[in-house]
């Protein structure tokens, strides 16, 4: 009988502690692996050679609304396909537990505009089988996964449950009796194995205003108290236990940073800052950040950033774009039906307004942003053209062009929206820093316009491989150990004995990031756009081969880590 029941042998292996690559063959039992060195091939149930091959631990991510997809898609696409072993959800505050069974319509309407989930997919593919949180770890764990989920107690249903929906958006203070419900109900959330709290903290008006409810209103989380969010701090603190996510505007208001190093503080656990972001047009943004950041590890403070790495850019077109809310002019004619956006977008008393509050957020200029599918004879000239060349053609202001193209095309038009961060200097300045995450993937949403869930196969394709800014030690650390490590995946992120085998094996000078595709993949008819890997030879997940030559092999063997796959109790004192 084999020691083991997989050896991966002869690979080149990266075991995400920095230290330096080194030949060797990885025995694995019982889904854990046993040992590391030198293993003949007879040892093993099965062999995978691993010979040419880059070996190194599954890749972590730390952002992502996978929770409803999570439902329907169990390789949890895109981030399945791109070397994504584990992630975390229920970011920014926004989840679907605890939820009332007379409140899923509008939990779910909430998710259609902020994270541009369609509600469609969420209606025919969520089960609904639930409450309570419990009872949705309890869902979760029931349903096939081909990645390990550690979950995040989402506040916004926690403070719509006990509030109610129209006080909690309201901002109103809670009560001494809601506060302490509200620590019952996030006790409970932990003891069923959530692993923190997560919040997004924006503006609720004004330049920052960029992620919005449905119905144009502020998240429920945009308006909650310091009060609030320093109880749950607390909680974790006496716990000694969890992390904090907290989705803040990259400019960055020194208040909030005062307020992100008090929860710290407070709790002292680690703290997630995302997103820390270059624009090209203003670097003192990210640097400012960065220095904030340096400053908060010099004082001992647990805050860590997350940084944009991918520049993936937005595909788009006006029946669903929803990332311009930063400028309310463009909120409020980019809110309504289809019909309704049409005919306000078409409205020229409008149009000054639009003219004259051009945003630059999440998009570079919009003169730069490129026409990559007219559905029109009319306009099918303009195929791969900018904004920018289209007005001078025509005459136009850049707004007008380009708003009268949607508009006659049913705002149906394709456009493209480089991102402000194309700057390989600004890339290398926010690499550079040791401890900045990589990702904001944002997998499960804005899936009409986004691809960044490519982005651990873009780190080792353009951060490594073609730009030289990290060795690909440094690389694996960033991308598995560290946020493993702030996340509290126990055991997870590294290549070790008794580690979990969460494993990706690729092909490094082959490896890519394939075009960008429309799938039609969704429950409700609904579509998405994709992009997908091409060099992962394999991916395991608690040793079981979940992709094979980029290909899902339909092994369902992730995990719901509750806790980060500690154990839920504690072993009785000795008497």
Same mark, same amino acid.
């Given at each position: 009988?084999?020691?083991?029941?997989?050896?991966?042998?002869?690979?080149?292996?990266?075991?995400?502690?920095?230290?330096?690559?080194?030949?060797?063959?990885?025995?694995?039992?019982?889904?854990?692996?046993?040992?590391?060195?030198?293993?003949?091939?007879?040892?093993?149930?099965?062999?995978?050679?691993?010979?040419?091959?880059?070996?190194?631990?599954?890749?972590?991510?730390?952002?992502? &609304?996978?929770?409803?997809?999570?439902?329907?898609?169990?390789?949890?696409?895109?981030?399945?396909?791109?070397?994504?072993?584990?992630?975390?959800?229920?970011?920014?505050?926004?989840?679907?537990?605890?939820?009332?069974?007379?409140?899923?319509?509008?939990?779910?309407?909430?998710?259609?505009?902020?994270?541009?989930?369609?509600?469609?997919?969420?209606?025919?593919?969520?089960?609904?089988?639930?409450?309570?949180?419990?009872?949705?770890?309890?869902?979760?764990?029931?349903?096939?996964?081909?990645?390990?989920?550690?979950?995040?107690?989402?506040?916004?249903?926690?403070?719509?449950?006990?509030?109610?929906?129209?006080?909690?958006?309201?901002?109103?203070?809670?009560?001494?009796?809601? &506060?302490?419900?509200?620590?019952?109900?996030?006790?409970?959330?932990?003891?069923?194995?959530?692993?923190?709290?997560?919040?997004?903290?924006?503006?609720?008006?004004?330049?920052?205003?960029?992620?919005?409810?449905?119905?144009?209103?502020?998240?429920?989380?945009?308006?909650?108290?310091?009060?609030?969010?320093?109880?749950?701090?607390?909680?974790?603190?006496?716990?000694?236990?969890?992390?904090?996510?907290?989705?803040?505007?990259?400019?960055?208001?020194?208040?909030?940073?005062?307020?992100?190093?008090?929860?710290?503080?407070?709790?002292?656990?680690?703290?997630?800052?995302?997103?820390?972001?270059?624009?090209?047009?203003?670097?003192?943004? &990210?640097?400012?950040?960065?220095?904030?950041?340096?400053?908060?590890?010099?004082?001992?403070?647990?805050?860590?950033?997350?940084?944009?790495?991918?520049?993936?850019?937005f595909a788009f077109t006006f029946e669903d774009w929803n990332l311009w809310d930063d400028r309310p002019a463009w909120r409020e004619a980019t809110l309504g039906t289809v019909e309704e956006r049409r005919a306000k977008l078409a409205d020229p008393e409008r149009r000054s307004a639009l003219r004259s509050q051009v945003p630059l957020s999440v998009t570079g200029p919009i003169a730069d942003v490129v026409v990559i599918g007219p559905k029109t004879e009319a306009y099918k000239k303009y195929l791969d053209h900018t904004v920018g060349q289209i007005a001078e053609a025509e005459g136009k202001h850049p707004v007008d062009a380009m708003l009268d193209m949607a508009v006659a095309e049913n705002l149906a038009t394709d456009f493209f929206a480089a991102p402000p961060n194309v700057s390989l200097d600004h890339l290398r300045e926010i690499v550079a820093d040791p401890?900045?995450?990589?990702?904001?993937?944002?997998?499960?949403?804005?899936?009409?316009?986004?691809?960044?869930?490519?982005?651990?196969?873009?780190?080792?394709?353009?951060?490594?491989?073609?730009?030289?800014?990290?060795?690909?030690?440094?690389? &694996?650390?960033?991308?598995?150990?560290?946020?493993?490590?702030?996340?509290?995946?126990?055991?997870?992120?590294?290549?070790?004995?008794?580690?979990?085998?969460?494993?990706?094996?690729?092909?490094?000078?082959?490896?890519?990031?394939?075009?960008?595709?429309?799938?039609?993949?969704?429950?409700?008819?609904?579509?998405?756009?994709?992009?997908?890997?091409?060099?992962?030879?394999?991916?395991?997940?608690?040793?079981?081969?979940?992709?094979?030559?980029?290909?899902?092999?339909?092994?369902?063997?992730?995990?719901?880590?509750?806790?980060?796959?500690?154990?839920?109790?504690?072993?009785?004192?000795?008497?």
């Open positions: 009988m084999a020691r083991f029941d997989t050896v991966i042998r002869n690979g080149l292996i990266f075991d995400g502690t920095r230290v330096p690559r080194f030949s060797g063959d990885i025995g694995i039992r019982d889904g854990v692996i046993a040992e590391i060195g030198h293993i003949a091939a007879g040892e093993g149930d099965t062999v995978i050679d691993a010979a040419g091959l880059h070996v190194a631990p599954g890749f972590v991510d730390l952002h992502t &609304h996978y929770d409803a997809q999570l439902f329907w898609d169990p390789y949890c696409t895109l981030s399945g396909w791109h070397g994504i072993t584990s992630a975390v959800i229920g970011n920014c505050g926004f989840g679907f537990a605890p939820v009332a069974p007379e409140m899923r319509e509008r939990s779910m309407l909430s998710m259609t505009r902020v994270e541009a989930i369609p509600y469609a997919s969420m209606k025919a593919g969520m089960p609904w089988d639930w409450v309570t949180f419990p009872d949705y770890l309890d869902s979760v764990e029931r349903t096939p996964k081909a990645i390990n989920l550690l979950p995040y107690v989402p506040v916004g249903p926690l403070l719509t449950w006990v509030m109610g929906l129209e006080d909690a958006k309201a901002g109103r203070m809670p009560t001494e009796a809601e &506060h302490a419900e509200m620590r019952r109900l996030f006790e409970e959330s932990l003891d069923a194995g959530g692993c923190g709290w997560s919040a997004q903290r924006l503006m609720p008006q004004g330049p920052s205003a960029v992620q919005i409810d449905y119905d144009g209103t502020p998240m429920v989380t945009d308006v909650m108290h310091d009060e609030t969010c320093e109880l749950f701090a607390r909680i974790l603190g006496e716990r000694n236990e969890g992390f904090m996510q907290m989705t803040i505007a990259s400019g960055s208001y020194r208040n909030d940073r005062a307020h992100m190093e008090k929860l710290a503080r407070l709790s002292g656990r680690p703290l997630l800052w995302n997103v820390i972001q270059a624009f090209d047009h203003k670097p003192e943004v &990210h640097r400012d950040g960065l220095a904030w950041l340096a400053s908060c590890r010099e004082r001992g403070i647990r805050v860590y950033g997350q940084g944009l790495t991918t520049d993936a850019g401890y900045v995450l990589f990702g904001v993937s944002d997998g499960g949403a804005h899936t009409k316009f986004l691809t960044a869930g490519r982005y651990p196969t873009e780190t080792l394709i353009k951060i490594v491989r073609e730009n030289g800014m990290l060795s690909l030690e440094e690389a &694996h650390w960033r991308l598995s150990a560290l946020p493993a490590m702030v996340a509290g995946f126990a055991d997870r992120g590294v290549l070790k004995p008794g580690a979990p085998a969460d494993i990706v094996i690729y092909d490094y000078e082959n490896l890519e990031v394939l075009p960008r595709e429309v799938v039609h993949d969704l429950p409700g008819g609904e579509w998405r756009r994709v992009q997908k890997a091409k060099g992962y030879r394999y991916v395991l997940v608690n040793g079981q081969v979940t992709i094979r030559d980029d290909a899902q092999t339909e092994t369902y063997s992730g995990q719901l880590l509750r806790h980060g796959g500690r154990a839920q109790t504690m072993p009785a004192a000795a008497e």
